[in-house]
């Protein structure tokens, strides 16, 4: 029996809902699986209840991201773009990125140790050679590089000034984020106004300072989150992630959120 026009346009419209509701539940099946794959060394890393109160920023990011969107922290101490390679651990992420999925690449800090051959690259060749596999293991897959500069120490001139420290390395990135057309968190350039922002005496309650130690490198909480919270302002700034995305940017985040867990045996 065939249908009129008319019975053909009503049968088209009543299914609409239907398509849309199956269409939005793909979509949303497919950001409830979207994984933010961190490679990076100790300022970005889990730490754990023998480090504490020490804490990586990597810690902290989940605060500022929606919930179903994972992330898999694979930062490890003392790193560096090149040693991260050779360890097999960007094997590691790429064995297991999907398409849709984001790797966020942060090197820097040790990389600029030229005393270790195992680490050690040079910024306007070595280091960007290694960023590039980064790049371009996370692109063959289907996934999203991020490029974001390394976060700034505590270091201060006698004036009170914030100092840089990471020499030609962030410029080394900026450029290499310019020529392969990649998404560029600027942590560098942030962190170092933040800090300056703070200045010298408050800064310390940021950093890692405890009884026995004055560490100007790495963070406890109160940094960890507001380093986080830098990262996720610019994920969704560069339009790697939608307002969707993150939630929380402008919210205090309890210190009582971090937590170390132990060591694996």
């Given at each position: 029996m065939s249908l009129s026009r008319r019975q053909v346009a009503v049968a088209a419209v009543g299914a609409l809902p239907l398509a849309?509701?199956?269409?939005?539940?793909?979509?949303?099946?497919?950001?409830?699986?979207?994984?933010?794959?961190?490679?990076?060394?100790?300022?970005?890393?889990?730490?754990?209840?023998?480090?504490?109160?020490?804490?990586?920023?990597?810690?902290?990011?989940?605060?500022?991201?929606?919930?179903?969107?994972?992330?898999?922290?694979?930062?490890?101490n003392g790193r560096s773009s090149k040693s991260f390679v050779d360890e097999g651990r960007l094997d590691a992420i790429l064995?297991?990125?999907?398409?849709?999925?984001?790797?966020?690449?942060?090197?820097?800090?040790?990389?600029?140790?030229?005393?270790?051959?195992?680490?050690?690259?040079?910024?306007?060749?070595?280091?960007?050679?290694?960023?590039?596999?980064?790049?371009?293991?996370?692109?063959?897959?289907?996934?999203?590089?991020?490029?974001?500069?390394?976060?700034?120490?505590?270091?201060?001139?006698?004036?009170?000034?914030?100092?840089?420290?990471?020499?030609e390395y962030p410029a080394a990135m900026r450029a290499l984020a310019a020529e392969e057309r990649v998404a560029l968190l600027d942590v560098q350039a942030l962190s170092l106004a933040l800090w300056q922002e703070l200045g010298v005496e408050e800064t310390k309650r940021y950093f890692n300072w405890t009884a026995s130690e004055q560490d100007n490198t790495h963070f406890n909480p109160p940094g960890a989150i507001a380093v986080a919270r830098l990262v996720a302002r610019e994920l969704l700034r560069a339009r790697v992630l939608g307002p969707g995305d993150v939630r929380r940017l402008e919210a205090e985040i309890p210190e009582s959120w971090i937590t170390w867990p132990e060591p694996a045996a």
């Open positions: 849309l509701s199956v269409t939005g539940t793909a979509q949303a099946a497919g950001r409830r699986h979207r994984t933010l794959y961190i490679a990076g060394d100790s300022t970005a890393a889990q730490k754990y209840a023998n480090a504490a109160p020490e804490t990586g920023w990597g810690m902290a990011l989940p605060f500022f991201l929606r919930h179903g969107l994972t992330v898999a922290n694979h930062a490890v064995g297991v990125i999907k398409p849709g999925d984001v790797l966020l690449i942060q090197f820097a800090h040790n990389d600029e140790k030229a005393e270790d051959p195992t680490r050690y690259t040079e910024p306007w060749s070595t280091y960007q050679a290694h960023l590039r596999m980064y790049v371009e293991g996370a692109r063959a897959r289907g996934a999203r590089p991020v490029l974001a500069t390394a976060v700034e120490r505590r270091r201060f001139d006698a004036g009170g000034k914030a100092v840089p420290t990471h020499g």
